[in-house]
């Protein structure tokens, strides 16, 4: 895979990754089980590494299709489509250099924190709280 450009990496230590993640050209994530939340996709925008993803999981909270990185549909029912629309995806990325260098600077400006997501689920868990409560005291 080297021939054609792609560098498949053993283990990196973390504080060698962040070096590696601004020399690549974009992070493949071509999940097929929904994540939580991805510390690797928060690392890759973080340094400014386009992400080119499954929209499985919460991967959509953290990537705005075509602005700060690239989702595909995840196609379970068809595996040889889903493929062809991820190397389509990448292969559009890779050979713009201009959208690659747009999607890579947004990588950055919208990288949250770990506390920012905190700050994101405690309002969720507020909301469903207060949305709970007022079912209940409609139901009494």
């Known amino acids: 895979m080297e021939d054609e450009g792609a560098i498949v990496q053993n283990p990196i230590p973390q504080n060698i990754l962040a070096d590696k993640m601004r020399e690549a050209g974009v992070l493949l994530m071509p999940n097929s089980y929904p994540e939580i939340c991805s510390n690797l996709l ?3 925008k973080a340094c400014g590494l386009p992400v080119i993803a499954s929209n499985i999981g919460s991967v959509s909270e953290f990537i ?4 700060d990185g690239v989702l595909t549909k995840y196609a379970p029912h068809d595996l040889s489509l889903w493929i062809k629309k991820y190397v389509e995806a990448t292969m559009s990325l890779m050979k713009d250099d201009k959208r690659h260098e747009q999607i890579s600077r947004m990588a950055v400006a919208s990288a949250v924190s770990w506390e920012k997501i905190g700050e994101m689920w405690n309002e969720e868990l507020c909301s469903f709280m207060e949305k709970t409560q007022i079912r209940v005291a409609l139901s009494k």
């Open 42 to 44: 928060l690392q890759a």
């Open 64 to 67: 705005d299709d075509g602005v």
